[in-house]
Structure formats: C-alpha cells, structure tokens
C-alpha cells in the first residue's frame, strides 16, 4: 500500500488517514486490491506465475538437453524419436490438461465478476472527449425538482493544483472526486457520449469499455477507504492521457453525509 507521508489534504478531509492508491515510479506490480474482484485476479496471476515458471524451466531443459544430447554425430539416439506416435500423444495431452487446470480458476474468476448483486446505489458513468461524467440519480424520487447529482470531472495541470503541491500526482488530479462508499454493493453504468473509452480503476480490478449508445454494467464492492486512481484505457483522440479518474471511497457515513448536503429533500 502506497502511502503518502505529504498528504495532509487527504488526512485532513475526513478527519483521518486515508491510504493513496497510485502508481509508483518504476512500478511492475499490481496496484493493492481494494475490491474483491482485484483479489481474485492477484491471486490468480500468484498462481498462473507458478505454474509459468515451472513450464519456463521445463520446456528450457528439454530443449538445451536436445541442442546438447541429439546432433549430426550421434543421429542413432535420436532417429529413435522422429514420427513417435507416443511422444506425439504425450506432448498434446500434458498442455491440454494443463490449459484444463488452469481453465477452472480462469472460469470461477470471470463469472464471479459478472455475478449480479441487488445494488444499493447505481452510478452512471459517461465518456467525453477527454473527461469522465457522473450522474447518481437514485434519489431523484425523493427529491424537489431535477436534482440528479451530476458532474464531470476534468484533470487538474499542474497551475491548477494548490500552491503547495505536495501529496498531489501529476496527470492523475481531477478537479473533483467521484465518492464512493466503502462495504456497499455498487452497480456502475459506463457509456460514452462520443467515442469509445474506458472506465479503468487498477485497485478495483475494473476496465470496462464506455460505448457510444450503450450501457455497459458492472458490479463493485470496495472493501477500504482510500483514495484510487485510474486512467482511460482505449484510445480516444488526442487528449485520452489526459483524463483521469480520480476515486474517494469513503464510509457510509461520511457518503451520506455528503449525500444529504447535496440533495433538496422533500419536506
Ligand atoms: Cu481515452
């Protein structure tokens, strides 16, 4: 866990210390997990990485053992292998059954991700040509007038960080934060309004593509507060590096707190 000493803004907004998660120089492994999602493909990447390894070691020595052990001068050893109907059973059946075993984790991941939980809140998120737009309209019920919670979030370039930019990422600030609560079943519509984009937050093990005319769905869970980070993933044109997603997962609480402030509720 990434966490920076120099963020006093974030310690302070909530009266305590929330952990940041972005990417560090020089970086090759995976952001934390936050969402049960991204520990699944953690763990699954540790287990893929193992048997890797052993296929790396094995297919190596058989082929250094061949280089060294069968050549022009002893062709007697080797004549015995060429057209075996044996070797050619063994050496399709081993990586058949091991594509198998790594078949099931691959399979349980993937639909586990797809599964669809009862949401308590629904977001909808929008791609532009180059910012991500928020619309929460769960309590337009409940609510005077049109008062769906809307906003965009455009990146912040560095004159528009505060004078102290200390505990601030360069090209990952948006001038506002999409809130999220933390231990709640999230469902996120993503779409785009021009061109395709992504919606891709690391922590949450989440990339989902945002299409012109359709809504793509998605389930999150955040298990801790914090602070995350991501980036549009298709390209977009020429600002797509330029419009970050900037995520506050926050306690229910802190969420409703802010929910009530924003919202004119009926009397
Ligand atoms: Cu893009």
Known sequence: MIFNPFSFFFQNLFN???????????????SD????????????????MIVLSFIAFFVSWLLITCILSYSDDNISKSTKFTHSNELEIVWTSIPALILLFLATPSFTLLYSMDELIEPVINFKIIGHQWYWGYELSDYSTCVTGDNNIQYNC????????????KGYFRLLETNRRVLFPVKTHLRLYITAADVLHSWTVPSFGLKVDACPGRLNLINLFIKRIGLFFGQCSEICGVNHGFMPISVMGVDVVQYNSYIISKVNWIK
């Open 154 to 165: 455009y990146m912040m370039v560095l004159e528009g960080l505060p004078e102290n930019r």
């Open 16 to 30: 305590k210390k929330i952990f940041l998660d972005c990417p560090s120089n020089w970086q090759i492994h995976f």
């Open 33 to 48: 997990s936050a969402s049960p999602a991204m520990e699944g493909i953690v763990n699954f990447h540790n287990h893929i």
